[in-house]
């Protein structure tokens, strides 16, 4: 029995995180589908396609107006860089939306602290610049071309068809059923491709909250000289984050149980940087980017995130404004669920959830191969068998069900694939 009671305790702080952050997601992902709907490209490519400094300097304010989640913030960036923007640009939008946004400064503040949520700001200021300088010097213009090759490649499997609102005004998008039925179709994509990953990034940080203190204190130094443990918490802090964690708001609860466990100032913020290095959203970068440029990529987020750590340590320790005092760790890791504003915003963005799925219901079919939903009216991919229209994301899907119908029809295939999986490999 204990084992259960193990397992449903760990279950359990799953939920509570996922509790925490579900408003954040649906809001992120239909940011995201948005973006992908209704920005023309060649306005994106005007605003963010340049690898200079204004460029950078406008994708920090665009990310920090918009959502908080990791995945979301992935999702907007890959449809940013598909778009036109450059991949520097693009990976400023990221680390802001998921770093400098106003939810992470209120839910840091209430787990760790007024003080952990301006070492977030400082650094995130001081981590911007250093990823874009970065990304231009360590990513040729050769990769980064191939790098969108592949986004494009990758997006095969996951097409929105944007053209019916491209001629629109905003007002115009904002009032139009059609033109919200392609964010709905974005944003049902972008949730058929990510859940699996989701899922299980909550249900392992659930699991690690479980760990006793005396595993975060082997993990790390909190009794050495100040030089040694403060190089060796800023290091192993993000590759903690690396196997753990979720999505940067819940990845809070987490970052105030080792800091109540030890783990140095300096080590708490390199590990909330990490929220854009974990496995599940490395193994996102090799889908969009391919395998060569998420590795560079990877390693330059590592470098400037403890760079940036350690210079908030110092510029704080300089000002006295590190904290003295360290929570109880019961406080952090049960919050429950109750009604206060994070329940309100979970009912009223579950229903924004469940009004952008049903508005994909209505013109939505399946694809046969790949589960994918798509838009009837808008994929140009269809076939015609037995006296009945098939609709496809792509080309690819088209090709194989048109190559063996009676494979993808007789229930033996249709089960979905985890799609970008599927498609991330046909270039």
């Not at 029995?1 to 702080?13: H, K, P, T, Y």
């Not at 990769?143 to 019916?164: I, K, S």
């Not at 395998?291 to 940036?308: C, E, Q, S």
């Amino acid at each position: 029995m204990a084992v259960f009671d193990r397992i449903g305790d760990g279950l359990w702080n799953a939920f509570q995180m996922a509790w925490e952050v579900g408003w954040a997601l649906v809001l992120g992902f239909t940011l995201s589908g948005i973006v992908q709907a209704w920005i023309p490209r060649s306005r994106m490519e005007r605003a963010l396609g340049g690898r200079d400094l204004r460029s950078a300097a406008l994708a920090t304010g665009l990310g920090a107006a918009s959502s908080s989640c990791s995945y979301a913030a992935v999702a907007i960036a890959k449809s940013m860089f598909q778009k036109g923007a450059s991949l520097a640009t693009a990976m400023v939008f990221q680390f802001a939306s998921t770093n400098l946004v106003f939810e992470i400064g209120i839910v840091m503040w209430i787990f760790l602290g007024w003080e952990f949520t301006l070492a977030e700001f400082v650094g995130g200021l001081l981590l911007i610049p250093l990823m874009w300088a970065g990304i231009r010097l360590f990513v040729t213009r050769r990769l980064e071309e191939e790098a969108r090759a592949h986004a494009l490649a990758a997006q095969a499997g996951h097409v929105h068809h944007t053209a019916a609102v491209e001629g629109l005004s905003w007002r115009k998008r904002v009032t139009s059923v059609e033109a919200w039925s392609d964010v709905a179709h974005n944003f049902r994509g972008d949730w058929e491709m990510l859940w699996k990953e989701i899922i299980g990034g909550f249900a392992i940080a659930g699991f690690i909250a479980l760990l006793p203190m005396s595993f975060f204190n082997g993990l790390f130094i909190t009794d050495a000289p100040a030089p040694l443990r403060l190089a060796e918490n800023v290091v192993v802090g993000p590759l903690v984050a690396v196997l753990s964690f979720v999505c940067s708001v819940g990845n809070v609860p987490l970052a105030a149980v080792l800091w109540a466990g030890g783990i140095s100032f300096s080590g708490t913020i390199a590990f909330i940087y990490a929220d854009l290095i974990i496995l599940p959203i490395l193994l996102i970068y090799r889908k969009y980017y391919g395998a060569k440029a998420a590795a560079i990529l990877a390693g330059i987020m590592f470098g400037t995130m403890v760079t940036a750590a350690l210079a908030v340590d110092g510029l704080f320790a300089a000002a006295g404004l590190v904290p003295e005092t360290r929570p109880d760790i019961d406080s952090i890791t049960d919050r429950g669920v109750t009604w206060n504003y994070t329940t309100f915003l979970n009912i009223v963005f579950l229903a924004v959830a469940a009004a952008l799925i049903g508005l994909t219901l209505d013109r939505g079919a399946r694809d046969p191969v790949c589960g994918m939903t798509v838009d009837r009216s808008k994929t140009p991919f269809r076939s015609e068998w037995n006296g009945k229209t098939v609709y496809f994301c792509s080309a690819a899907c088209k090709g194989r069900f048109d190559a063996d119908p009676e494979r993808y029809l007789d229930g033996r295939e249709a089960a979905p694939l985890a799609h970008a999986g599927e498609h991330g490999h046909h270039h």
